[in-house]
């Protein structure tokens, strides 16, 4: 099937990266130039331009000094997959898969701190300082609820390069709802991929279209507009993949709104984004995650005691577990068994620890 | 030096891309996962995930359906590269090589339209449309003079792949200026490059950072505060390479201002942009363009005198050359022997071809 001139290039000692494009250039057997002189040509991902010798001759002395490099173009997390953006110093898009065993397990955030990125230049990353009295939270992309499953996954999620400038209380509350909800999908379907991001859109004002956004700090990280979460469920035992895509604006929102208010097609989504996602999927294999689901977010009264529950779980002292305990009347909930149990027993545990506190102060 | 074992991939058939992992693996001798699991490794620029098992499964399955794609990196023309931002419809950066035969030729732009680069998936492209009525001119970045040597470098150059919303003083003043200034330096150097694009960029206002701009027409084309050029000029008896690099508003910017008002350092502009320029230029080797050059664009009246050489260059009747050349004595302009010769002799083929005309008629 081979001749003898295919494989002499290598006998002869053609060594690393040169050897591809000599090895293809001879299995393909289309006139390709010497890639020796192009280096470059590693860069793009669409290779016609490797049949044309006059462009490639024009490139190759264009970028005599390397193409202007945004970085690189995928980043590999041991949980997550996400393309950064040097210019805003935050994420274009963060991908993740979930299923039921990594949403899970005893990895926590405890002793994570948000950090620069290290992968990151120096010149493009954020920094803890550029948020810090910004007015604006840290929002992960890749939830650090998603990284349970390992340590290593949670303190990566901590990287600056998963954070955008969110709302406070959209961070801590519709998103975080939201959020809960993918996790949630675990019980339902075998694996879901999800992939968020922040996005930045006009406002009509005075008959033009104007696009305002706040820059902060010294790195003047970008504070999105908006964030989007492209959502697609699926299991082997399911003829079509559920599919839901949202656009969430950056600022409170109440109980009193639904997912579906947000949803919007795939295609309206890429279009603003300058992003295609999915494109290997085939989008007639897919359904509408909201009708098939129902895109319910988890409602008031069970998020406010879900948040008191954990709450519960870090308290530090008795006081502190009292205090929260009260929280439960202030807002008229109806504790359940378990977290009746909960509070007796960590408040036993915190009576122990503060008992053998005295003593040794004694 | 290669064992017989490194051969046998190829002779017993493995095709394609595959391939090219496998030689690499073989010569590397290092160990990494099966290729043929990994088709988006050939997206990254970043290899050092393949050596990280672990990392490849989960990105093999946050990717399952491919990567979010924002289209190829490099876009390759007769007589530029570029990068493309489908979120803004503009380029990011446009980089050229001129030569004092490139800038030459009959090439000219007078059949040459405007229009939507064939290149650009039709979602993400700008439009005509999208421009006109909008007050924004359409600005190239590679310049139309710059693509004289070539009718296809010239057809080229007018894909709106290689626009953006420029102000049309600024457009047809200040930059052309700048544009010739870098044309004119390919006569005191043997080549130079030039990376143009555009920038948006925050200003103070209530104590915050705010980004504010305008996006045009039904594919919001987004119009940049500002623009840049990075000029690399260099000749082979030159021991050093002047680089001049310059933000500009895009806004009208009058004949008082000089070029060196809008300088800055590399490392500002790569700052802003989110780019790196020029990765592989030993930046220990280049000298300050405009204190070598001097950075001196054409003055006002030579600028006056050269536009008002084009058009009666190009006018197509007495009536309208008469009226041209009455914006000398309006601008109180002196014109010379040249620009007196060019007159006489437009005027006589002009009136041979009005009295054709009228035999004609007769």
Chains 1, 2 share one sequence.
Not at 68 to 83: C, D, I, K, T
Not at 160 to 181: A, C, H, I, K, T
Request: one cysteine or more; proline letters at 6%.
């Amino acid at each position: 099937m081979f001749s003898k001139g295919f494989l002499t290039p290598f006998v002869t000692g053609v060594l690393g990266s040169a050897a591809f494009y000599t090895v293809f250039d001879k299995i393909s057997h289309k006139s390709r130039v010497d890639p020796e002189k192009f280096d470059f040509l590693k860069v793009p991902e669409d290779s016609s331009v490797l049949e044309d010798t006059k462009k490639l001759e024009q490139a190759r002395s264009i970028l005599k000094y390397g193409a202007p490099s945004q970085g690189p173009y995928l980043r590999f997390y041991e949980n997550h997959v996400l393309a950064y953006d040097q210019s805003k110093r935050t994420p274009i898009w963060v991908a993740e898969y979930l299923t039921k065993a990594n949403v899970e397990g005893p990895a926590n955030r405890k002793n994570v701190k948000f950090r620069p990125d290290p992968n990151v230049t120096v010149m493009y990353t954020a920094h803890n300082s550029d948020y810090l009295g910004s007015g604006w939270s840290r929002g992960h992309m890749s939830p650090a609820g998603d990284n349970k499953h390992s340590q290593e996954a949670m303190r990566e999620s901590f990287y600056l390069s998963n954070v955008v400038p969110q709302d406070l209380q959209n961070n801590g509350g519709f998103w975080n709802r939201l959020e809960m909800y993918c996790r949630d999908l675990t019980k339902t379907y075998q694996s879901i991929i999800i992939i968020s991001g922040p996005l930045i859109l006009p406002q009509e004002r005075n008959g033009k279209q104007i696009v305002e956004y706040e820059v902060i700090g010294k790195s003047q990280v970008s504070v999105p507009t908006h964030l989007f979460k492209v959502v697609l469920a699926e299991s082997d035992s399911m003829p079509t993949k559920p599919l839901g895509v949202f656009i969430v604006p950056n600022k409170p929102i109440g109980f009193e709104h639904s997912l579906t208010e947000f949803q919007v097609e795939l295609e309206e989504l890429e279009r603003v984004a300058g992003v295609t996602f999915l494109p290997k999927l085939d989008r007639k294999q897919v359904s509408d995650l909201c009708k098939v689901n129902g895109c319910k977010l988890m409602k008031k009264e069970k998020f406010q005691l879900y948040f008191i529950t954990r709450k519960i779980q870090s308290s530090r002292s008795i006081k502190h577990l009292d205090k929260v305990w009260g929280e439960l009347e202030e807002n008229k909930l109806q504790p359940d068994e378990y977290m009746v149990n909960l509070y007796n027993s960590k408040r036993e545990e915190l009576m122990n620890v503060e008992k053998d506190k005295s003593n040794v102060t004694k």
